[in-house]
């Protein structure tokens, strides 16, 4: 029976490998190879625990019931399989586990090295050794043993430069209809996670990420070069819409306890970059609109970092309800206890029923120069690289207890900010209306917003907020009804309340306490809405 012995030896040298008895051991002939797999408790060594339960033994009402009954107990491990390389045992042990019916495929403690995406089959779970004693995916030191090495990108940028199939590879299922796929506790370097909505939207449930780490998570937009933008073929620039942790599921995903740290050290400059530079009022360049072509000849960083962290069911439909876009409301999604670094983007980016995203640390560095949001034309001061916490977009979410810090990215022309760098948001743009919906306990330096949307129930309660904001908290109803808001018992540092309705009715701000310097400004159609606020000037719109 092989025992992987190559990287592990290297990286990790304080492992010992665990050879199972060949009485714990079922047969499998898979196209003409005899393998050995360990079945339910079979197997001496193999886990068969619910990883999850276990992390959050003192917590246990923060795990949805439907991840204790993945079948954790049917396991085998990708050491009992030969091939080649690990793709051809990866491919063994996958078949494996579908004969038995799901399951898990459990990777121990080493390096696996692939050279081409992953498809994980109907009812299995990549699941890697446990974190140690740093289990926290918050904490810097957290590194899950099992490690996936996908391959680098080499750039060339003679001639069409090195085409990006080479590299950027991902994670992906082989049927986006099936039910209970996972990934556990995997170290994942240059690989994404996507798993894809499936065609009409029959997608399968109970999607599952957990105690991951992924670096270099980044895709290649397959649209830059762009002939139509005069560009040179060896320009390669991030994917703006596909996220690290790409997750649809058609009810149920869990994507908890996860870590994207900065990356860095596979980011190139591709030299000689041509850029359009868009003439006159237009935000929107279109092939033939007046412009100027510029090369920045010092060159354009592809930084790894510039892509949204994570995505659960990102549709966009303005006005949806669940009668006219159904899969705009899939309930059962949980992104919690998450750390997101990003240099552009947004950090969590949802839609669905009932959404909840808490816990999660999300970090944005100052003073990034993003000459290009899209790869094609230059930025300026009206430009936006979506830099954000948080978008929401459905109905009855939950936003609690996130802690971020958010900056603007530099514009073309480094001497202004990008207009972007925003907090906590809830926008009419491709959404639904809001309903009964809470943001509770967060703590951040940019906005809570409500901005031009229907409300019919908000709450936002127990927040920390402003210390590069102004306004601060700010719901803009833009003529919308605005209905049944409580604002109360938020903490302010810097900037403005304001709340403005059409068709108000049932707004309370009360017991909200500015902390800044001098006083703070709450500002409102109706100063019958705000009572029992501390430190502040009411401000009375015309």
């Not at 579908?98 to 089959?121: C, K, N, S, T």
């Not at 060896?234 to 942790?245: K, V």
Request: proline content about 7%; hydrophobic content about 35%.
């Amino acid at each position: 029976m092989p025992v992987r012995q190559d990287d592990r030896a290297d990286a990790f040298p304080c492992l010992v490998a665990v050879r199972l008895p060949a009485c714990f051991a079922a047969v499998l002939i898979i196209a003409g190879t005899m393998a050995f797999y360990a079945v339910a408790g079979d197997g001496e060594g193999l886990p068969t625990d619910n990883p999850i339960a276990r992390h959050y033994a003192d917590a246990p009402e923060k795990v949805p019931g439907w991840v204790d009954d993945l079948p954790w107990e049917r396991v085998v491990s990708i050491e009992s399989f030969e091939g080649d390389d690990d793709d051809e045992r990866f491919e063994a042990a996958a078949a494996a586990a579908v004969e038995q019916g799901g399951g898990v495929i459990h990777f121990p403690a080493g390096v696996y090295r692939f050279h081409d995406d992953l498809e994980i089959p109907t009812g299995v779970i990549l699941r890697g050794a446990g974190p140690g004693d740093v289990s926290d995916a918050r904490n810097d030191h957290f590194q899950p043993p099992t490690r996936f090495e996908f391959p680098r990108y080499r750039p060339s940028f003679e001639g069409d430069g090195t085409p990006i199939d080479t590299a950027f590879k991902a994670i992906r299922l082989a049927d986006p209809r099936g039910d209970d796929v996972g990934v556990v506790n995997i170290s994942i370097n240059r690989g994404r996670i996507d798993f894809a909505d499936a065609e009409d939207h029959d997608t399968g449930h109970r999607r599952l990420v957990f105690g991951c780490r992924l670096t270099h998570a980044a895709a290649a937009d397959p649209g830059v070069p762009d002939a139509d933008y005069e560009q040179k073929p060896h320009q390669r620039w991030t994917a703006r819409h596909q996220a690290a942790i790409h997750v649809h599921a058609g009810a149920d995903a869990f994507i908890a306890n996860n870590r994207i740290p900065p990356s860095g050290e596979d980011n190139f400059i591709v030299p000689d970059y041509t850029l359009i530079h868009p003439q006159g009022d237009s935000l929107h360049y279109r092939p033939g609109d007046p412009h100027e072509v510029i090369t920045i000849e010092d060159g354009v960083l592809f930084d790894y970092d510039n892509r949204p962290g994570i995505y659960v069911n990102p549709f966009a439909a303005r006005g949806a309800t669940p009668e006219s876009h159904p899969h705009f409301f899939r309930k059962g999604a949980i992104i919690r206890d998450n750390y997101i670094y990003c240099t552009g983007r947004t950090a969590i980016h949802f839609t669905g029923d009932g959404t909840l995203a808490a816990g999660n640390i999300i970090r944005f560095p100052a003073g990034i120069w993003r000459p290009t949001a899209t790869g094609r034309t230059t930025t300026d001061g009206s430009s936006t690289n979506d830099n954000r916490a948080l978008t929401m977009r459905g109905w009855r979410w939950t936003a609690k207890g996130n802690d971020f810090i958010v900056h603007p990215n530099i514009t073309f022309r480094g001497n202004i900010a990008i207009n972007d760098a925003e907090g906590i948001m809830h926008e009419g743009v491709g959404n639904s209306t809001l309903k009964d919906s809470r943001m509770i306990d967060n703590r951040g330096n940019r906005y809570l917003c409500i901005w031009r949307t229907d409300v019919d129930g908000l709450t936002i309660e127990g927040n920390v907020v402003g210390d590069d904001s102004d306004p601060a908290i700010h719901i803009f109803g833009g003529g919308h009804p605005i209905r049944n808001v409580r604002i109360s018992g938020n903490r302010i540092t810097e900037g403005a309340l304001r709340v403005t309705a059409g068709e108000p009715e049932a707004i309370e701000i009360t017991d909200n306490t500015y902390a800044g310097v001098g006083k703070g400004r709450l500002r409102v159609d109706d100063a019958a809405w705000a009572e029992s606020n501390e430190n502040f000037e009411l401000e009375v719109a015309d």
